[in-house]
Every structure is written in structure tokens, then in C-alpha cells.
């Protein structure tokens, strides 16, 4: 029996007000929905994030077993073998994970949307993902933003930088310093 291919990401989205030009993904962090960021974002701001040209997706991470809940099911971007940032990445569930996040963003080029054009990042986990997405596989695209986020000691995304030749998107990371999950020295290791 073949695998059937995994379905799109469930998304709430954002339309721009004028013609889409550009197109913004905001990757929730772990155990949280895209819907749940919007209402966050929209609590915040006392209304949508919401841009002339530029369409907010916000996609939500499907249902998986997550070992630092041992085991349960999260809304998780990837897994990982413990909440730290001086152990192996699980790179199974990221790269996995990275196709299916490469899939949104092919359906925005399919939309007219130039890679140059797309922006992605996320909070804590979301921002991580993002990195290894941008950093590993889209290093085209407009840039990355990473809110109390952090990569592994060993990350994938410093050796794939470390390969790097050519102009990476820019990074916006910011971190705050009474962070007690995601510690703020990880942040500004990262």
C-alpha cells in the first residue's frame, strides 16, 4: 500500500485589504494553534495584524506524539528529546516537517507570490522551525523572525550556514529576559 500524501496544513488567514503582493507565515509555538496566534495577535493589537498588500498565514502544526510530554499529543512543529539546548536536534521530524512547510509556500509562488516576497518566523518553537526552514531550504526567501526562540548547540542550521555562499534572508530575533521555558541565554546563543 502506498502512503497517500499528507493533506495541507489547516490555516487561518489574513487577506491584504489591496492587491496581495507579499505574503507573511507566522508559526505558532508548541502546543498552540494558528487560530489561537491570530486571537493572540488580534488581543494585542486590538485588531488583525492586518497589511495593504501582504497576506498573514498562520498555520497550525498537525497532532503528534511529543516526548518532553512523554508522549501525548501536541501541536508541535517537530519533536524534540527534551526542552534544552545541548542535545541532539530530532532531525527526522524537523526535515518532515520542513517539506510540508515547503508546500505552503510553493502554494503562494503558485499564487503569483515571489519567494523574495515571503516572509516566515514564528514564537518559540514556530520561530525555530522557521530558522531550519529558511536557513536549510529557502534561503531565498525575504527574511526570518524568531520571538523567544532558540536553536540547538549542534543545529543543522549552523552547518548548513557554514556551507552557505550566498545572501541569507535577514533575521529579526528578539527575546524576553524573564523567559523561564525558552531561557533567554539560548536566545542570545542562538
Not at 502554494?107 to 519567494?115: H, M, P, Q, T
Request: charged fraction near 20%; hydrophobic fraction near 40%.
Amino acid at each position: 500500500l502506498g502512503m497517500a500524501a499528507p493533506t495541507a496544513l489547516q490555516r487561518s488567514v489574513v487577506s491584504p485589504a489591496g492587491r496581495h503582493t507579499a505574503s507573511l507565515i507566522f508559526l505558532h509555538g508548541s502546543g498552540d494553534t494558528g487560530q489561537e496566534t491570530r486571537a493572540w495577535i488580534k488581543l494585542i493589537l486590538n485588531q488583525d495584524m492586518a497589511f495593504q498588500h501582504i497576506k498573514v498565514i498562520y498555520p497550525t502544526a498537525p497532532a503528534r506524539p511529543y516526548t518532553p510530554m512523554k508522549g501525548a499529543f501536541s501541536n508541535v512543529w517537530f519533536d524534540r528529546y527534551k526542552i534544552c539546548n545541548d542535545c541532539p536536534e530530532h532531525i527526522e521530524s524537523i526535515d518532515s516537517m520542513c517539506q510540508r512547510l515547503t508546500d505552503l509556500i510553493n502554494d503562494e509562488v503558485k499564487n503569483g507570490i515571489a519567494k523574495n516576497r515571503i516572509l516566515i518566523g514564528g514564537f518559540s518553537m514556530g520561530g525555530g522551525m522557521a530558522m531550519h526552514l529558511a536557513y536549510r531550504f529557502h534561503q531565498d526567501l525575504a527574511g526570518v523572525f524568531a520571538l523567544s526562540s532558540f536553536l540547538n548547540k549542534d543545529s543543522a542550521v549552523y552547518q548548513a550556514l557554514e556551507r552557505n555562499e550566498r545572501a541569507l534572508p535577514e533575521l529579526f530575533q528578539c527575546h524576553g529576559i524573564a523567559d523561564g521555558l525558552v531561557l533567554y541565554s539560548w536566545g542570545e546563543e542562538t
